[in-house]
């Protein structure tokens, strides 16, 4: 039999510049799968180890990958595990992954935490997951944003909570909670609620977006607030409103 071709890929070493190990952080495969990495995301990451594309590109299927890869092109120094790395590059594949798939695999992550997304049509659930996975790096991340649209009047955070007890985020409140039901109704809400509170308070920029931010989703961060307002509805927003306002005003 032909004796077969051998080649050593470069050493793999930590972010103190030694050989990887179980101190530098994740090593079981489980552990990545259970932190909510994507099996292409580590793959893609991997193959990049110590090889590149003649492209530049990073982001790169097993297929794109295996067409491409070419020993001769094998760094020889040693390459460094970046968890960094590996976490925006995860991010890119979950916003770009089919939306039913990602959806059922958020679903265990959202289920562990406590909420229901049984609770939802499918419809109502994609479109939640939609908005959120943007901001998540790994399948657990889902859980930071999740109150907003799985409670009906989530506790406010500590940066929405210190800001709604400001003079803003009073004025908002107290404004929103006068408009709701005379001015503002489920018709209009979506389109004229934030114009609508700007006129009667003056708030403008980040001193009127930040508060009603902070009113209608108990979070300074978090997906587009337009859309996340259409995606809670008119019912869950005027329970929210009346909530803060009664505690803060």
């Not at 997951?129 to 399948?139: A, Q, V, W, Y």
């Not at 409670?151 to 940066?159: G, L, S």
């Not at 980040?206 to 961060?221: G, I, M, Q």
Request: hydrophobic fraction near 40%; include cysteine.
């Amino acid at each position: 039999l032909p004796v077969p071709k051998y080649a050593h890929l470069p050493l793999v070493l930590g972010d103190d510049r030694k050989k990887l190990s179980k101190r530098h952080g994740i090593t079981s495969v489980d552990n990545y799968r259970s932190e909510g990495y994507l099996p292409e995301a580590l793959l893609n990451y991997i193959a990049m180890m110590g090889w590149s594309a003649a492209s530049g590109e990073e982001i790169m299927s097993a297929e794109k990958i295996s067409g491409q890869i070419d020993l001769s092109l094998l760094g020889k120094a040693a390459a460094v595990f970046d968890f960094t790395k590996l976490r925006w590059m995860n991010a890119n594949y979950i916003r770009s992954y089919d939306l039913a798939k990602i959806t059922d695999l958020f679903v265990p992550y959202l289920k562990k935490a406590g909420f229901d997304p049984d609770a939802f049509g499918r419809e109502a659930l994609e479109r939640r997951i939609g908005l959120m996975r943007g901001s998540c790096e790994l399948l657990s991340d889902i859980v930071k944003n999740a109150p907003m649209f799985f409670e009906e009047t989530p506790e406010p955070d500590a940066e929405a909570a210190a800001l709604l007890s400001t003079e803003e985020g009073k004025k908002a409140a107290a404004a929103a909670f006068e408009l709701m039901g005379t001015e503002i109704t489920a018709a209009n809400f979506e389109t004229d609620l934030i114009n609508k509170i700007k006129e009667k308070t003056g708030l403008k920029g980040k001193n009127l977006f930040h508060p009603c931010r902070a009113l209608f989703t108990s979070s300074l961060n978090g997906p587009d607030l337009a859309e996340s307002m259409k995606t809670v509805g008119y019912e869950i927003c005027l329970k929210r409103v009346r909530k803060i306002h009664e505690r803060f005003n």
